[in-house]
């Protein structure tokens, strides 16, 4: 079965620090570009990075750019997000999606993990 | 940024009613535009990419159509199982951005 399982949220304080994972099985992971995507009831859904298949290609949105990392490792099938300087408004559900397409930058989402839940909070 | 529009904001409708939901571009995005499906607590679900390409074991009821600016997703006969939030996203460049969303409800 295709799938992707996010670990790692948890509740930080204002300006700490996390590490998310996605495991992924089931696919050939270091074929795909990968994505994540994070929710909150307010701002609702939010695309924040780009990884692509080989690590060579790597955006961010400007919401987290200089504070996050994405990150990856293929022989262990596994996507990273390191998350420096968190805020409250970084509070939110985070997932990791794939690429539905192999080539391009990010297109569809057609691969979604559960999602791991991150509260910034003092 | 490109903003993207979904109206209405929630419907409901009865079993069997065919259900229309919109997204609108702030500019002309092609047919860069995926359509998604939430059910609470769940991660969303890819239906149609590329405006009208509907996504394998998508039931044949959902059917997406459009390019430019102005889309639509529309459930032929809407089912009790498809009680769910629909989110529009484009990717004709960076940032992807996704609409407010569009729940659906059973009348």
Known sequence: EVQLVESGGALVQPGGSLRLSCAASGFTFSSYNMNWVRQTPGKGLEWISYIDSSSNTIHYADSVEGRFTVSRDNAKNSLYLQMNSLRADDTAVYYCARDLFMVGTTDAFDIWGPGTLVTVSS | ?107
């Open chain 2, 1 to 107: 940024d490109i903003q993207m529009t979904q109206s209405p904001s929630s419907l409901s409708a009865s079993v069997g009613d065919r259900v229309t939901i919109t997204c609108q571009a702030s500019q002309d995005i092609a047919i860069y535009l995926n359509w998604y499906q939430q059910t609470p607590g769940k991660a969303p679900k890819l239906l149609i990419y590329d405006a009208s390409n509907l996504q394998t074991g998508v039931p044949s009821r959902f059917s997406g159509s459009g390019s430019g600016t102005d889309f639509s997703l529309t459930i032929s006969s809407l089912q009790p199982e498809d009680i769910a939030t629909y989110y529009c996203q484009h990717y004709a460049n960076l940032p992807p951005t996704f609409g407010g969303g569009t729940k659906v409800e059973i009348k």
